[in-house]
């Protein structure tokens, strides 16, 4: 099985990527990538630059990406109660190469900042919007206070309680019976 793993945000240093990464690596003897949005910048999505670009290289090259996954971890960061703007717009230019960019994958949906909130707000966004996207939600998980609750030096949650919430979440991704050939 392979899982694409990445952050919704394009910080060079970002703490959803780590997050994101650490989940992914909880399914075991799943083969996992971790993406990088800053891999997939572009102009600013309108129409007139549809037009004018058609479906740029990097929407393609991501949307590719998302295909080749059996499974998805994605980790959402919050910029004023919302999806940041990188991918946001990496999210509109990836709809427009296909309706439903993530066909039938099963998602596990995260979303961790520096504060007690745990980037929540955009977490329910992603969870009610995603399906709507072709994305079948197995599981989401918001991680609060992350400098508090992840051991940097080893790349882990080191809160035992939601190191094992986020070990459940992770085994849910493919529930039982699963098979790839779902997603095809």
Do not use: C
Request: charged share 25%; proline share 5%; aromatic share 10%.
């Amino acid at each position: 099985m392979k899982i694409i793993a990445f952050a919704a945000s394009n910080n060079k240093h970002s703490i959803n990527r780590q997050l994101a990464a650490y989940a992914a690596g909880l399914v075991e003897g799943a083969e996992i990538e971790v993406l990088d949005l800053n891999d997939y910048e572009m102009p600013i999505y309108s129409e007139q630059r549809e037009e004018q670009y058609w479906q740029p290289a990097p929407a393609r090259e991501f949307h590719a990406r998302l295909r080749e996954a059996d499974g998805i971890v994605v980790s959402f960061a919050e910029h004023n109660g919302t999806y940041t703007a990188a991918w946001k717009n990496l999210f509109d230019w990836i709809s427009r190469v296909d309706r439903k960019p993530f066909k039938d994958k099963p998602m596990l949906l995260l979303s961790t900042s520096p504060g007690s909130g745990g980037a929540s707000s955009v977490l329910e966004q992603a969870v009610h919007h995603i399906p709507h996207f072709g994305g079948l939600v197995q599981a989401s998980l918001s991680v609060p206070d992350f400098e508090d609750n992840f051991d940097k030096e080893r790349q882990q949650v080191s809160k035992w309680h939601l190191r094992e919430r986020l070990k459940e979440a992770a085994q849910r991704l493919f529930p039982p019976g699963w098979n790839s050939r779902w997603a095809q």
